[in-house]
């Protein structure tokens, strides 16, 4: 089977198809004629044989250049064992290559393959001997996860997503009425609440810093430690600017007096918001009265320190925000709303200064557009000591 015989069949159904054509042009034309229906059949098979002697060469091709690769692998090899010690460069290997040797210098040549053996540099000495013996160095790492945020009073409140710039803090409080028992066919009791809105707009909180080109391209890992660190800042300014709206809505909120100890007045807190209908889950203090009372109540327990510690059951929020001596408790999901636009954004540019461009700076950005708001001050309690 070759191809003179596939040439050959081809022109055999050309003919037969010509012939029948010829026969379904004529006037006298019937679709009956035994010589027609003879020529489309014969046409019929010849295509089937045609098709059938196309594949089997293709795949014969294929075989040809599979076998022609392995009949050079083999010779490479036993090359490279006749020469054991022989190590050619990338550009020696090139030249001695067919694709060199065959190239008529005007487009584009084959694709040259590298032999997998071939060194691209010299190896330290001793290094080499390791390699040879199956060790095996480990690939260089760089961990570039930010840590986590410092966001402890974010992440106890509850966080609404916006769609624009301006907002309305609806503050909600109840002026009367509420749930009671009521007898058969009694009426039922009514809760009037009293909604302050108040419009406002979101505050943008942001940081920038320049990078090279150079360090940009050359160390990726820098560029994203920057970035991680941007965004801290954007989060730490954040977790700020919520505590600053926390402890100045203090005139609003409820206080809890106590002629004692911090502690003490923390639970008295506790009553305070249970009273009013709500489920305290967190109590913001100074990190020095934290670090207070984790003493006393480790030396009055022997439980030993522990970082975690609870205060009534209340998670701790630290901010040097809160003043010594005070602390906030209350359900801070449920007082407390935080308002944002986006996620922190990271934006560079390399025009963001006259000159930046030519001097192949970039400027890194982060920016946030968030706003806090004490939605209830009912839902607080502002412990504080006589």
Not at 291 to 311: E, K, S, Y
Request: hydrophobic fraction near 45%; proline fraction near 5%; include cysteine.
């Amino acid at each position: 089977m070759n191809v003179p015989v596939l040439d050959q069949r081809i022109a055999e159904r050309d003919q037969c198809i010509n012939a029948a054509l010829a026969i379904a042009q004529s006037e006298d034309f019937n679709p009956e004629d035994s010589t027609y229906l003879d020529l489309q059949t014969r046409a019929a098979e010849l295509d089937k044989s045609v098709g059938a002697l196309a594949a089997l060469l293709d795949q014969q091709a294929a075989a040809d250049a599979f076998d022609g690769k392995l009949a050079k692998a083999s010779q490479a090899r036993e090359q490279r064992q006749a020469e054991p010690e022989r190590r050619d460069s990338w550009g020696s290997a090139f030249v001695r290559s067919e694709q060199f040797s065959g190239y008529n210098y005007r487009g584009s040549s084959a694709s040259f393959e590298v032999e997998s053996d071939i060194e691209t540099r010299a190896l330290p000495t001793g290094l080499s001997d390791l390699i040879a013996g199956g060790w095996k160095p480990t690939a260089y790492r760089t961990d570039t996860t930010p840590p986590p945020a410092p966001t402890p009073l974010l992440d106890n409140i509850t966080n609404i997503q916006v769609s624009s710039n301006a907002i309305e803090i609806v503050v909600w409080s109840k002026v009367a009425g509420g749930a009671a028992k009521v007898a058969e066919k009694a009426a039922k009791p009514s809760a009037e609440w009293l909604p302050v809105v108040t419009p406002g707009t979101l505050d943008t909180i942001a940081v920038w810093t320049k990078l090279t080109r150079q360090l940009i391209e050359d160390e990726a890992a820098v560029r994203t430690k920057i970035d991680n660190e941007l965004r801290r800042d954007v989060l730490r300014a954040t977790e700020a600017e919520a505590t600053a709206a926390l402890t100045a809505a203090t005139a609003a909120i409820p206080d809890a007096l106590v002629a004692g100890d911090l502690l003490a007045a923390i639970r008295k807190g506790i009553g305070t918001v249970q009273a009013a209908g709500y489920l305290p889950t967190a109590v913001l203090l100074n990190p020095a009265d934290w670090a207070v009372m984790d003493l006393a109540i480790m030396g009055d327990t022997l439980n030993g320190p522990r970082i975690n510690q609870t205060f009534w059951g209340l998670t701790p929020i630290p901010s040097t925000a809160q003043a010594a001596g005070t602390a906030i408790v209350g359900d801070f999901r449920a007082g407390v709303e935080h308002y944002f636009r986006n996620a922190v954004q990271l934006m560079a540019s390399d025009s963001a200064f006259d000159g930046d461009f030519t001097k192949n700076l970039f400027t890194l950005l982060a920016e946030q557009r968030s706003k806090t708001a004490v939605v209830r001050p009912a839902a607080l309690a502002e412990a504080k000591t006589a």
